[in-house]
């Protein structure tokens, strides 16, 4: 059985490797992981609304609201009224959207590659098991 330090120390490392991946890929691309990944979920998903995205983000309405404005008014996204109940909105990419969309995964894919590629490949192989063993 592990011990609670070593569990602690993991979990740090695991924050601090999440925190050093954002910071890379804000330099680079001028937007957030949770813009990008905002962003994809909307692409994935017809028109889902406020509600939804907070949801799959595991944010707060507010939160989610202040995340949407951003991409609202940079041009990503807009937002749709339904016919049935006004109140409700759902959210599309624009053609901007798109294009940002495509645009950033592509650099957070080449960013995620470098960054991994500086792992044998020992390390990467063990890497992937470890990881697909925590997503089952």
Do not use: H, W
């Not at 983000?57 to 939160?63: D, E, G, I, R």
């Not at 080449?110 to 890497?127: G, V």
């Amino acid at each position: 059985m592990a011990k609670s330090g070593d569990l602690n120390d993991l979990i740090l490392l695991i924050f601090n490797t999440r925190r050093l991946i954002a910071e890379r890929y804000r330099q680079a691309s001028g937007f957030s992981l949770l813009q990008l990944e905002t962003l994809r979920y909307i692409a994935e998903n017809e028109n889902p609304t406020m509600k939804d995205v907070a949801d799959y983000l595991a944010v707060t309405p507010p939160s989610a609201t202040a995340l949407i404005e951003l991409l609202v008014k940079s041009g990503k996204i807009k937002r749709l009224s339904t016919k049935g109940d006004r109140r409700v909105v759902c959210l599309s990419l624009t053609i901007g959207g798109k294009k940002a969309l495509a645009a950033g995964f592509k650099e957070k894919t080449a960013r995620m590659r470098a960054l991994l590629e500086t792992l044998s490949a020992d390390d990467r192989k063990n890497l992937a098991r470890i990881l697909k063993n925590l997503l089952k």
